[in-house]
Every structure is written in C-alpha cells, then in structure tokens.
C-alpha cells in the first residue's frame, strides 16, 4: 500500500495548495490555476512523485458559483504506485488554462473534450478543436445553463477522410 502523499505534498507546495483531502484511499488537491501548469511539471519531474501518466481530465459546471468552473485531472505514478486528483477552480469569463500536452500526450484528447463540452480553453495546446462534434455546432452541451430544446445549424454530410475535418 502507498505511503499517504498529502504531508509530502503539502511540504513541497506549501501555501499553492488551496485545499486537501483524503477519502477512501483518494488524495486530492486543489490549486490556484495561476500555478497549474508549474505544479504539474513537479509532481511529473520530481523523483518522490514521478506522476508519469496522466489518466483523465475532466469539468465540473458548478452554475451559480464563482469561480464557476473546475476542472479536475487524475494522476497515476507507476514507479510509486500513487494516485492523485488535481483540482483547480476557472472562472466563467475567462475560462483558459495552460494545456498539459508539452508534459503528458495523454491531454490531448481530454483537452480536446473539456473544450467541446464544457468551452474551456487551454492555452498552447498544439491542435483545440471540437473532437465530439461537428465545427459548425454552435454552445458547449455539458454546460448547465445549456439549452436542451435549442436547434443547431444542419450541416450536410460529408466524409472526413475524403474531405478534410474543417467545414466548407
């Protein structure tokens, strides 16, 4: 079994942990998006993490709160055999955080849904772009204040192998 990584993580980042807890075996911290992405490179390089693998991110719509938005990533180390959740808080008018490609591939399409979703940006990934629905789909569906009768464009059919992803 794992040694608990919260004294350890509290030790290294000291004041950028906003909040933490354990709960049946799962450790989570929440940090300032201001230090998201320098938080991630240690707990990625740092030998006593070496969170090597990225498994999942994803988005809470909290409406009505503020910040509104959180977005929330799991790690794994298999050197460590560790598990961490990461949290932090974006707010609705600027829902941007540095993308976590340059440290782990894994991002990519996960990036890719949070914005499709959700609408949240990350800053220098190599390729945002819808990745569940098509360009011309206008909203991001995931979000609560969503309209579930609302109408989109009608885009013919077309074959992106054949034609390309972009719209015509």
Aim: charged share 30%.
């Amino acid at each position: 079994m794992p040694k608990p990584l919260l004294p350890l993580l509290r030790e290294v980042f000291g004041d950028t942990i906003l909040s933490s807890h354990a709960q049946a075996g799962d450790e989570t911290i929440v940090v300032p998006r201001e230090r998201w992405l320098e938080v991630f490179r240690e707990l990625r390089d740092r030998p006593e993490f070496r969170f090597e693998f990225l498994m999942d991110l994803t988005v809470v719509d909290y409406l009505g709160q503020t910040p509104r938005f959180e977005v929330v990533t799991h790690l794994y180390s298999l050197t460590h055999n560790h598990r961490l959740r990461v949290k932090t808080r974006v707010p609705e008018e600027d829902p941007e955080l540095p993308s976590l490609t340059p440290l782990w591939k894994s991002a990519d399409w996960a990036e890719r849904e949070a914005w499709d979703m959700f609408g949240i940006r990350f800053s220098g990934h190599p390729d945002l772009r819808r990745i569940l629905l098509y360009e011309e789909f206008v909203g991001h569906p995931l979000r609560k204040d969503y309209p579930v009768n609302r109408r989109q464009p009608l885009v013919p059919e077309r074959d992106p192998i054949a034609e390309g992803w972009k719209p015509t």
